[in-house]
Nanobody, 128 residues
Framework: QVQLVESGGGLVQAGGSLRLSCAAS????????MGWFRQAPGKEREFVAA????????YYADSVKGRFTISRDNAKNTVYLQMSGLKPEDTAVYYC?????????????????????WGQGTQVTVSS
């Protein structure tokens, strides 16, 4: 079991920055990768970014490349999403998720169905 708790959401003006954090607990040694997804009102949940727990390889959605940075601190079992140049269309609930190595079948880290554990989400609102 892996528990994930997000923090750092809030209200920010367009062009501003926020840093989201996701603290993992439980069987963190079993994590293969962690990712961020978001869901805006009336829309499906979409991939934002992901990071390999062992190699730190990173993956981004085209819509956030160059503006968002995912990173991780293995010692703290925490993954971060630094968001800058925020736009109103970035408004959404942001979810942290983890892939457990034992369950991983090699499917894409861009796909939510690859993830085994999810946080409760944190709201990010960008005003224009």
């Amino acid at each position: 079991q892996v528990q994930l708790v997000e923090s750092g959401g809030g209200l920010v003006q367009a062009g501003g920055s926020l840093r989201l954090s996701c603290a993992a607990s439980g069987h963190t040694f079993s994590i293969y990768a962690m990712g961020w997804f978001r869901q805006a009102p009336g829309k499906e949940r979409e991939f934002v970014a992901a990071i390999s727990w062992s190699t730190s390889s990173t993956y981004y959605a085209d819509s956030v490349k160059g503006r968002f940075t995912i990173s991780r601190d293995n010692a703290k079992n925490t993954v971060y999403l630094q968001m800058s140049g925020l736009k109103p269309e970035d408004t959404a609930v942001y979810y942290c998720a983890a892939i457990v190595a034992a369950y991983y079948s090699g499917s894409s880290v861009y796909t939510e169905h690859s993830y085994n554990y999810w946080g409760q989400g944190t709201q990010v609102t960008v005003s224009s």
